[in-house]
């Protein structure tokens, strides 16, 4: 059975960018996200699942650092928990890490799917995320494919 997760726009942005959109449903079900981030990305796939968030304080209150979408990202993670939220911004990690929930970004999200199956090499993906303008740095890159058992 496949858990759920929140997603904010960059990961949906940037997988679309290089065909791998689908990866997301075929981790995680269902993917939910907030209206927020169904404005930022532009449109609703029909195994997306946007739910407004009810915690007006929390939001509000993420809000004064952190975008909207961001903001309302985590806020509904904290609210359907379990959840696994999918955040690449690093402050916006730092305050979904704060909140107790479990962080995965882009990623993280490519050695799952590689645990999964679903690909056969991290490195392929992590240079299509770079080409289509994702910063990685080259340590989390390093990381990544030592993970990935893929470090040359």
């Excluded at 996200?33 to 532009?42: C, D, Q, S, T």
């Excluded at 029909?46 to 650092?65: N, Y």
């Excluded at 704060?98 to 991290?122: C, E, F, M, N, W």
Aim: net charge negative.
């Amino acid at each position: 059975m496949k858990s759920n997760a929140v997603v904010d726009s960059t990961c949906l942005i940037v997988l679309e960018r290089i065909a791998r959109l689908s990866l997301l449903s075929e981790l995680y079900s269902p993917v939910v996200i907030p209206p927020e981030v169904a404005l930022e990305f532009g449109r609703i796939l029909d195994w997306m699942e946007v739910r407004r968030p009810t915690g007006l304080e929390m939001f509000q209150a993420l809000s004064t650092r952190l975008g909207a979408g961001e903001s309302a990202a985590i806020t509904l993670a904290v609210e359907i928990a379990p959840s696994a939220i999918i955040l690449d911004d690093l402050d916006a990690r730092r305050h979904a890490q704060k909140l107790g929930l479990p962080v995965i970004g882009t990623v993280g999200l490519t050695l799952k799917a590689k645990k999964a199956g679903l690909i056969s090499d991290v490195r392929v993906v992590l240079d299509e995320l770079t080409q289509s303008g994702f910063y990685l740095s080259l340590a989390i890159r390093n990381e990544a494919l030592r993970a990935a058992n893929e470090l040359t």
